[in-house]
């Protein structure tokens, strides 16, 4: 999900798709509808390129709340007292077990709903402002300490060069390291995103096939040693069209040897561990926040908590 970042490929939305509006509606009022204010909500979220994921959450607990506020109900008319007892209804009421975390999100649903109602002027007042919002935080993630770190690298690096050489262990474990990139966007890197024009500095650039996705697009810089290897790797490989052609499994399992055969004990070493010890690396070298977040390719609202427990891992132990 990303609200504010810019695109970096911005493409017109197709008929159907994610960045198409689900209808004309006029412009809303303190009069109009709660139906109406939600599907102006909709095509809202769609504008500014809320991921899928997020439209359908946020779409579902709305529908939801107007279960037991009815749909024809001005929306100047709904209270905090109302949304109050909302909550308590999907809390303890409503008979359907309401995890705290599907209870901080609705809660979320409700405070960026009406908060962009009130920051439209479409009603004079927030009534989701006043209600406090206690997050629910999942547990720290597990990372690699500096010394793990480096036998993993070195590990792989003597493998570049052993009898029999492999070169994609070294290759995958410095690019997520290096780019903290997701599981699915190291699949969907494609020979031609990578761009060694300029040898001094490399770059990734993190494409998405779908306009959609767009906003998540990004390009990241590489180091000119890694690019070295790479050329190496597909010497190796012989890679036709995707830098990694093979199953997101397979790379799972070349990451888990790794940590094995690196003597890394009692932690697993994945995708989402080498990506949350990247950015907690960056973040003790200097990296500013919304830099970090947009490496990450992060929306505002995802960073909060992610950026909380970045701060956490990154500080010292009291």
């Known amino acids: 999900m990303s609200i504010d ?4 490929f911005p493409s017109p939305g197709r008929p159907g798709s994610m960045s198409a509006p689900i209808a004309a509606l006029g412009p809303l009022s303190a009069r109009s509808s709660l139906t109406a204010a939600v599907s102006g909500f909709h095509n809202h979220m769609v504008r500014q390129g809320f991921s899928e994921n997020t439209v359908k959450a946020f779409m579902g607990d709305l529908r939801l709340l107007m279960k037991y506020i009815s749909p024809n109900t001005n929306i100047s008319r709904i209270s905090t007292h109302d949304l109050e007892n909302f909550l308590t209804w999907i809390l303890s009421e409503r008979g359907t077990p309401c995890s705290p975390k599907s209870y901080a999100r609705r809660l979320t649903t409700l405070k960026v709903f009406f908060k962009w109602l009130h920051d439209t002027d479409v009603i004079a007042s927030d009534p989701a402002a006043p209600i406090a919002h206690q997050p629910v935080s999942t547990p720290l993630p ?5 010394n793990e770190v480096e036998r993993l690298l070195r590990y792989s690096r003597d493998l570049l060069w052993a009898r029999k050489p492999d070169t994609r262990p070294y290759v995958l474990v410095s690019l997520i ?10 699949m969907g890197i494609k020979l031609e995103h990578l761009d060694s024009s300029d040898p001094r500095a490399p770059v990734l650039y993190v494409r998405y096939p779908t306009a959609r996705m767009r906003h998540k697009e990004r390009k990241l810089v590489l180091s000119p040693q890694f690019m ?6 597909i010497a190796q490989y012989k890679p036709e069209e995707h830098l990694f052609e093979c199953t997101a499994r397979n790379l799972e399992y070349v990451l888990g040897d790794a940590g094995q055969l690196a003597g890394i004990e009692h932690k697993s070493v994945s995708f989402e561990a080498l990506r949350w010890t990247a950015a907690v690396r960056d973040y003790r070298t200097g990296m500013s926040p919304e830099q970090l977040r947009k490496k990450l390719g ?18 010292p132990a009291l």
């Open 5 to 8: 970042q810019p695109t970096l």
């Open 177 to 186: 390291l290096q780019t903290a990139i997701k599981k699915s966007e190291c």
């Open 228 to 233: 070295q290897v790479v050329r190496q790797y």
């Open 142 to 146: 597990q990372i690699l300490y500096d």
């Open 298 to 315: 992060l929306s505002q609202i995802s960073w909060r908590e992610t950026g909380l427990k970045i701060r956490q891992l990154a500080s």
